[in-house]
């Protein structure tokens, strides 16, 4: 099937063209056609599958073939928004803003997107000057609600992105409030997006969704085939040294690894650091400028390892990833599938690793229940575990990265604690095709990934 016969515009369909898309992804061949009919539509799809693509497509085609509902000028003067992506992240905001500001570079509109951690008056102006599309995580969006900011009144559609992951971040009671302040739901187009519908993912979809169309593209839990798993099994003191030494010896160039805690990230990218590699962390307590540098520096090819907490990395979108290990087995199952997701992407290959010692023995167990077959166990030479060594609990750390926790990525969106001014903005205002104000590096980082990617698959630059 091609981009052509799904029923895009020639504007959407060029802009496709020139990002180098050849066939649309499962989730884009059924979703996009549903979108364009105006359902609801509820779809379960994991990070990597193209489906931002798959609601953006549509989304910008709708927009720009319908009028404005209301021409006026609403509270405080910011004209009504009229489409709504909510996601759970501030990285995976920016990267929604992207993408909707290249998909939409021949069409008439304006977008922008609102995150908290930065300043909250240039978001302001923008809304002031009208924005079509927002793309926004839920904290800094009521903030903008309850200064009267931002007009949601008039709002036509609706996407909600990455919804479990909404959900696990303690984010409920915010989405609650922003529906509030929508347009009764039939009188909207309402879009979900989530890896899992588990019972609570579910309850959402009937309070925000009007007989949905349901749109399923791989079976829910299974693990990318594409993706070679191993289990190493090592004592827990060693990892470290295993780590390096895998690096070193299959010479991986760009990995990312997972720790369960912010502390434990810190702690292992110093090692690792020490052991000549260079790495840098990425969690929740950096501020937004720091966390910007480290993935830009990670894409551009300077940070050879980049260590994450699975918050973090959730909505890292990042081209080709080869390599991921995780340190330490996720708490939850389900995250095991969204991090090994990050490799393997978009039809590439990759390889996941993860580094198994006794006390995570019951995780191991849980994760091969969840995607139903065992993963392959490689012992290296040397490194063979320690019998006398007895499973202990694990300890959480102070800020763990286990799920219902506000403290990550998401804790102070909602309040603009002012720390690092990062990748606010980046979308910038996108009107007929006008160049973005895209300032910061990160933005040079992603146009350098683009044509890294491009290069390298053999697509136009
Ligand atoms: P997503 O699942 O939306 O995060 O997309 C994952 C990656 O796939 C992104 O880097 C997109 O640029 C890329 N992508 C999306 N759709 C296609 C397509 N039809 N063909 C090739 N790459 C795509």
Known sequence: MSFEALGLSSEVLKAVLEEGYETPTPIQQKAIPLVLTGKDVMASAQTGTGKTAGFTLPLLQKLSQTPRRSQGGGRKGSPPVRA?????????????????????????????????GVSINPQISQLRKGV????????????????????????????????????????????????????ETEERQNLLFSATFSREIKQLAQRMLNDPQLVEVAPQN???????????????????????????????????????????????????????????????????????????????????????????????????LPNVVNFELPNVPEDYVHRIGRTARAGMSGKAVSLVCIDEDKLLRDIERLINRELPRVQIDGFEPDPSIKAEPIRQGRQGGGRNQRSGQGAGQGSGQGRGRGAQGRSGNSRSG??????????????????RSRASSGRPA
């Not at 309850?146 to 919804?163: I, K, N």
């Open 84 to 116: 709504l992506i909510l996601t759970p992240t501030r990285e995976l905001a920016a990267q929604i803003a992207e993408s909707v500001a290249t998909y939409g570079k021949y069409l008439k509109f304006r977008s922008a997107v609102v995150f908290g």
């Open 222 to 320: 299974a693990t990318a085939d594409r993706i070679e798993q191993q289990v190493y099994r090592v004592d827990k003191a060693r990892k470290r040294e295993l780590l390096s030494k895998l690096i070193h010896d299959e010479q991986w160039q760009q990995v990312l690894v997972f720790t369960r805690t912010k502390h434990g990230a810190n702690r292992l990218a110093e090692q690792l650091e020490r052991d000549g590699l260079s790495a840098a962390a990425i969690h929740g307590n950096k501020s937004q400028g720091a966390r910007t540098r480290a993935l830009a520096g990670f894409k551009e090819g300077q940070i050879r390892v980049l260590v994450a907490t699975d918050i973090a990395a959730r909505g890292l979108d990042i081209d080709q």
């Open 132 to 183: 079509d599309i927002l793309i926004a995580t839920p904290g800094r969006l009521l903030d903008h609600a309850g200064q009267g900011t931002v007009d949601l009144s008039q709002l036509e559609v609706l996407v909600l992105d990455e919804a479990d992951r909404m959900l696990d971040m303690g984010f409920i009671h915010d989405v609650k409030r922003v529906l509030a302040l929508l347009p």
């Open 434 to 451: 006008a160049t973005n104000a895209q300032p910061s590096g990160a933005q040079a980082a992603n146009r350098s990934r683009r044509s």
